[in-house]
Each structure stands twice: as structure tokens, then as C-alpha cells.
């Protein structure tokens, strides 16, 4: 039982490329969510699907795409990335959905833009 | 705008000592807390969730929710210098999700 798992773990773009982060979990979980998290600054929801079929915008989405693939699989794409998106990107996924829901987080994926 | 609040720290404790980690929310209609440990470098890890007023234990770690104050701590006795690290407090809310706190840095000196 790998839990989430995402891939990269490390990654570095060049202003403007493109690129998409891979989630995946195994708990049988309704919802996934996506972070990005900077020092200081905690961690903030970029998108979320609350259950299969469903994405919809957190607190900071701007630059971002999401796609619900699956069950298990919910992607994360940067179609243009900017030196302001270099950040450590978490997924998470819960088992109810919604705010009463314990979420539980993959191990990252360290990106940085130059 | 949403708000969860925590003292940035560090927090110093010796080994063995009582660490009391606190953290204050802005939103009154929060239903669910969660705290988090993170260890540098690392992804969050899920220690406790609480929903009700009072206290709640589990091991060495016990949760305090008071909603008329708008307040919720983390106790952890006996801490040890692998409990050192940061630690997250989130809320949550119908409607709405989770909103994190900045995190606290503990440091458990032997």
C-alpha cells in the first residue's frame, strides 16, 4: 500500500516551458487536492476534486491546469511556467472529501523555474 | 480571508519536557482541526484531528479545541529530539477547505 505517490521529485524548467506533475493514490480515496507550499507561507490550495469527474479552484489557481484522470490519478500542469511558480508541490488525497476529511500528502515534488 | 495563526517559532524545549503548541482561527464556522507534523524536507504527516470542544489524547500527544476562544493547541509530553520538527495546524469548514497555519518549528534539545 504505496498511499499518494507522486512523480518527479525534483524538477527544473526554464521560463515558459511546460510541464505536468503526476499524483496517484491507492486508498481508494473520493478526493485529491493540490499544494504548493513556501516558506513562510504555509501551504495554499491550488485545485482540488472532490470526487471523480470534478476539479475546482483553490486559493492561488492562476498559471495552473488540473486534471481528474481517474480515481486514483489527478494531474497538475504548468502550461507556462514562471520563476514565481518555483515552489515545493504537494498532492493529498481524503477519503470523505470536504472539510472534515483527514488529508494525506504525498511525498513532493521540488520544482524550481529560472 | 480565511486565517489560521501560529507562533513561527522556534520552540526550544529540553528533552523530556511538556511542548505546547498553539494556534488561533479566524473563521467562527470551523468545524474540524487537523495537526500536522513536518520534518525538514519532508511531506506533512497527520498526528491528530479534533472536532469537539475539550481535550483529546492519543499517546504521548493530546489535542485542546476551545471554539469560543477560537484556539487550539497540541501538547506533547515527554517530547524527545525526534519530535523536533514543524508543525502545521489546519481548519476546516462546510464549504470551504482546509486552510493552513504558517507552522510552528520545534526543536527538542537532548
Known sequence: NAGVTQTPKFQVLKTGQSMTLQCAQDMNHNSMYWYRQDPGMGLRLIYYSASEGTTDKGEVPNGYNVSRLNKREFSLRLESAAPSQTSVYFCASSGKGGPLAEQYFGPGTRLTVT | ?110
Open chain 2, 1 to 110: 480571508q480565511k486565517e489560521v495563526e501560529q507562533n513561527s517559532g522556534p520552540l526550544s524545549v529540553p528533552e523530556g519536557a511538556i511542548a505546547s503548541l498553539n494556534c488561533t482561527y479566524s473563521d467562527r464556522g470551523s468545524q474540524s482541526f487537523f495537526w500536522y507534523r513536518q520534518y525538514s524536507g519532508k511531506s506533512p504527516e497527520l498526528i491528530m484531528s479534533i472536532y469537539s470542544n475539550g481535550d483529546k489524547e492519543d499517546g504521548r500527544f493530546t489535542a485542546q479545541l476551545n471554539k469560543a476562544s477560537q484556539y487550539v493547541s497540541l501538547l506533547i509530553r515527554d517530547s524527545q529530539p525526534s519530535d523536533s520538527a514543524t508543525y502545521l495546524c489546519a481548519g476546516g469548514n462546510y464549504g470551504q477547505n482546509f486552510v493552513f497555519g504558517p507552522g510552528t518549528r520545534l526543536s527538542v534539545l537532548p
